[in-house]
């Protein structure tokens, strides 16, 4: 027998009281009492009844849940009344699935669609839409799914299963859910009962217009113990009303897999983007697999109060925080065995994992994290907490550092072993200090940190400022007998010895894991290099009651015939998510030489970010430019003319460098080869006052970073400036 669920609610889908007893088609509504939301399995045994009885409720006051066992098949893409006709709508499919349509008010066509499954407890609604009608455009919220164990299945459609060889885990949707034209739906679907489990959907489009009062975050799918309203006012109940501090009311054991979030099934970029992908309010246990999360205007991934036992694996979360909050997955809130494993996340605009305040840790493993922070220079993966384990992910291409941790709130214990880095702007590993403590040092973390010189260190600097090994001397030679690496570390730690193919002065990327030695109770540790050539390594500590610390500057070793290779400098690579380029050098670029003339600019109207048509023009010929030689990068570098506040600029050159890259982006452009670079008004065309002076400051620069074989004369135009 199912469990009697009793929940406070308190939505707009739900009415207080009993007015409305039968609707316009002679339907039963959702009854409450006092705000008491029933939901019980259709056959109840004479206990139930009669405590249902002893408190005072009518058979009229609950909602009868029809929980033994249906398969409902949803054949018609239309939203809007529900109303007996010829056709079963997804709105129809989930008011029949928590209670309250009753089968027999149903039409003959729509009762054809709904199947008892005897003995079994679960319902399932899947699709059999036309061929050529697979998109159900939303005219207004969808019921929150509560019943438990309730499957919405995308894949039973006529004609699933094609991928695409880029991501041949995720098959691309056939049924896809997106707001009606002009219409406001701010949730795709709202999650608010256990074991629900959401399938082969493609979701995309869901948004909320800026207004005075505060919104609740949009969210393709979001994840909640109750739908909270719309907007936030004075006539909000309070949060007591969602149960949020009693753990057991949380939905738990929901499923996310094989949807694509954001995207449409073309792969097109939607007109209007959804906010955030998958919104992880108040749940437990949940599992999101094997989707891809992609175009948000802000995070793929976002959690809020509570995401116990959050489990991301296999996903591919690419571009997303265009406008918004910029980091791929942000954690908020509890996380306590939180699991990122195996994904692909990269060409988003901040970080690929960003925590904020968390409470509990997380598991971050085997991931492939590269080419992020396209708008904000942030760290591929920020940390905050304690006990958070990062290990075996490749991590690169990013303008910050590898790892960084920061040190408020008290970090300590955060293991990091076994990744390999490549091609950033900063450490692999960066522990933070209470002493930077500006909004780039919270973003990016410090830079190195000198040996640890007082016992308050341990509380001043994150993972109590474990030291980074030092070594007895930075050049080491290898002749006829074997060379011994010599140096120094917290006693009881372990040294990981790391090969460095690329500098970036005395420090470099951790390109590959090496070995690992052990440090002895005096503080020392030995590794004996028994290789015939020379090179580049460097080394982390790790002490299990600490952490892992920063790596220690770069250390040379020659070969017999006293050579070291030097690191090389950023190698030529290829920007590209999909299919994943290998963290070796590519090929040398071709022996003949290209000549391409483009033009440098594009201009803007006062106070505005938008482009014209001229500048379009100007746009697509660097579009078609990109198309052709894949391996091209840009940055756009954003200005404004010296009016108004630095802040106030900087945030306008922003907007107008990311209407430039949306521009580019639905030409095809993927988001890794692009990116943003705001300059504000630091940057003017000229010191002049007039009219075409603040006219040509008011401009977006592209700066081509990746030009192998390409000889780029770039031209200065002014044929879309813009007077005021």
Not at 358 to 374: C, H, K, M, T, W
Request: proline share 10%; net charge negative.
């Amino acid at each position: 027998m199912k469990t009697l669920l009793i929940r406070l609610i308190s939505s707009p889908f739900f009415s207080v009281g009993t007015h409305n007893p039968v609707g316009a088609n002679g339907r039963s509504p959702l009854q409450t009492c006092g705000g008491v939301i029933f939901l019980l399995p259709a056959r109840l045994p004479i206990l139930i009844l009669g405590a249902i009885a002893g408190i005072g409720l009518s058979w009229s006051q609950i909602s009868v849940a029809q929980t033994s066992g249906l398969r409902i098949t949803v054949n018609s893409p239309l939203d809007g009344p529900v109303q007996p006709d010829d056709a079963l709508t997804l709105r129809e499919a989930i008011e029949i699935a928590h209670g309250r349509i009753a089968i027999a008010d149903l039409s003959p066509a729509e009762q054809a669609q709904v199947v008892p499954t005897p003995g079994e407890d679960a319902l399932w609604i899947g699709f059999d839409l036309p061929a050529e009608a697979t998109t159900i455009y939303l005219t207004e919220l969808l019921p929150p799914l509560t019943v438990p164990g309730l499957h919405l299945d995308g894949t039973s459609q006529p004609g699933y299963g094609p991928s695409l060889a880029e991501l041949p885990e995720i098959p691309i949707p056939l049924v896809s859910l997106t707001p009606a034209a002009g219409v406001e739906v701010f949730r795709g679907l709202t999650v608010a009962g256990p074991e629900v489990t959401i399938r082969g959907l493609s979701l995309y489009g869901f948004w909320a217009a800026a207004r005075s009062t505060l919104t609740t975050p949009p969210a393709d799918i979001f994840i909640a113990s109750a739908p909270p309203p719309a907007d936030a006012g004075p006539a909000t109940p309070p949060l007591e009303l969602f149960d949020l501090e009693n753990p057991e009311l949380a939905p738990t054991g929901i499923v996310v897999e094989h949807n694509w979030l954001g995207v449409t099934p073309t792969g097109a970029i939607p007109e209007q983007r959804s906010a955030f992908g998958v919104s992880v309010f108040n749940g437990t246990n949940v599992r999101v697999s094997e989707n891809l999360i992609q175009h948000h205007e802000g995070s793929g991934v976002i959690t809020g109060y509570r995401a116990q036992g959050l489990q991301l694996v296999g996903n591919a979360i690419l571009g997303n925080g265009v406008a918004g909050m910029p980091d791929a997955i942000r954690l908020e809130g509890a996380i306590q065995g939180t699991e990122i494993t195996n994904n692909l996340i990269c060409g988003n605009d901040g970080s690929g994992i960003f925590m904020f305040k968390p409470e509990g840790s997380a598991l971050i493993q085997g991931n492939d994290i590269r080419f992020n922070g396209r708008r904000y220079q942030r760290a591929a993966v920020y940390v905050m907490g304690s006990n958070h384990q990062i290990l075996d992910n490749r991590i690169g291409y990013q303008p910050g550092p590898g790892v960084a941790i920061a040190a408020h709130p008290h970090s300590e214990r955060n293991i990091i072993r076994n990744n390999r880095f490549a091609l950033l702007d900063g450490l692999s590993i960066d522990l933070g200090s209470r002493r930077s403590s500006g909004v780039q040092d919270y973003q990016r973390a410090d830079g190195p940190n000198p040996p640890r010189d007082s016992h308050h260190r341990r509380w001043d600097t994150a993972n109590a400022a474990i030291n980074a090994p030092e070594f007895d001397s930075y050049g080491f030679k290898s002749d006829d007998t074997p060379a011994l690496l010599v140096g120094r570390a917290d006693p009881g730690s372990e040294v990981d010895l790391y090969w460095v193919q690329e500098s970036t002065g005395v420090y470099g990327p951790l390109t590959a894991p090496l070995a690992t030695v052990s440090v002895d109770e005096s503080g020392r540790f030995e590794f004996l290099w028994e290789r015939e050539t020379g090179g580049w390594i460097s080394a982390i500590a790790t002490d299990p009651q600490y952490g892992t610390s920063e790596p220690s500057p770069l250390i040379q070793v020659t070969g017999p015939d006293g050579i070291a290779p030097s690191p090389s400098g950023p190698a030529p690579y290829l920007a590209q998510c999909l299919p994943p380029p290998p963290l070796d050098p590519p090929g040398p670029p071709p022996p003949q030489q290209v000549q391409l003339r483009l033009q440098r600019n594009i201009h803007f109207a006062l106070d505005r970010s938008d482009i014209s048509p001229t500048s379009a023009q100007i746009l697509d010929g660097i579009a078609a430019v990109m198309l052709e030689y894949p391996f091209l990068t840009v940055e756009l570098h954003g200005h404004t003319d010296p009016r108004a506040s630095a802040a106030y600029n900087q945030a306008l050159s922003e907007r107008r460098a990311r209407a430039a890259r949306d521009y580019l982006a639905r030409r095809g452009i993927a988001p890794e080869r692009m990116q943003i670079v705001p300059f504000g008004l630091t940057q003017r065309r000229s010191q002049g006052t007039s009219r075409l002076d603040y006219a040509r400051d008011r401009r977006v620069e592209f700066v081509f970073t990746d030009t192998r074989g390409l000889d780029i004369i770039l031209e200065d135009q002014e044929a879309d400036i813009q007077l005021e």
